[in-house]
């Protein structure tokens, strides 16, 4: 069983187009994250949500909306895609004492 | 929020040379992750250190953590060419609610 599953693995689509990303753990954290890797490879956290709630909520355009129905999903939706949005995003979850997980990515690409 | 600072940005050896990855933080590390992406594939765990001093091994990599808990190192032993990728270390903050990665070192091990 995969322990971060993200959803699609790819993206493409064309500007203006609102999208969403799914994640889910099976983990039992209680920590969810969302980060972007530019094109340095360089992972910048976006969001993160502890138990449902927000915790976390870097420099992020506010096209871009988490939303966490519970504790084990934490979704990333993205209004009016911009080209500067392409880029791989990485779901995360963790636990408090224990390591981090990471789902495999999602490859956007914005056309 | 804590800097993470990996050198070198990108490294080329040859297969079966020794060679290491530097991660310095700006804050004491309460916790340091190494990663390794491959292309199209997700972040996979390697090794978690956190006492300073510490140093764990698997297969042909080691990685150390310094006593001050302020620099990491990650060591490869006679390099293969399975070894490449991007490298990344990670660290929560010391309330744990957030991580941050470092720059990411990019190895290409030449056959």
């Known amino acids: 069983d995969t322990a971060v599953s993200q959803t699609p693995k790819y993206l493409v689509t064309q500007m203006g187009n609102d999208k969403s990303i799914k994640c889910e753990q099976n983990?039992?954290?209680?920590?969810m994250y969302w980060y972007k890797q530019d094109s340095k490879k360089f992972l910048k956290i976006m969001f993160s949500y502890n138990n449902k709630e927000l915790i976390i909520n870097e420099t992020v355009p506010n096209r871009f909306s988490p939303k966490s129905p519970d504790k084990a999903h934490l979704n990333l939706h993205i209004n009016s895609l911009e080209l500067g949005d392409s880029a791989v995003y990485f779901c995360?979850?963790?636990?408090?004492?224990?390591?981090?997980?990471f789902g495999s990515g999602t490859r956007l690409t914005v056309v | 929020s804590q800097e993470l600072e990996q050198s070198p940005q990108s490294l080329i050896v040859q297969e079966g040379k020794n060679l290491t990855i530097n991660c310095t933080s700006s804050?004491?590390?309460?916790?340091l992750y190494w990663y390794k992406q491959k292309y199209g594939e997700g972040l996979i765990f390697l090794m978690m250190l956190q006492k300073g001093g510490e140093e764990k091994s698997h297969e042909k990599i080691t990685a150390k953590l310094d006593e001050k808990k302020q620099q990491s190192s990650l060591h490869i032993t006679a390099s293969q060419p399975s070894h490449a990728g991007i490298y990344l270390c990670?660290?929560?903050?010391?309330?744990?609610?957030?991580?941050?990665f470092g720059t990411g070192t990019s190895l290409t091990v030449i056959p």
């Open positions: 983990l039992g954290h209680d920590t």
């Open positions: 995360a979850s963790s636990q408090r004492g224990s390591g981090y997980t």
């Open positions: 990670g660290a929560p903050s010391n309330t744990g609610n957030q991580f941050y």
């Open positions: 804050k004491t590390l309460y916790g």
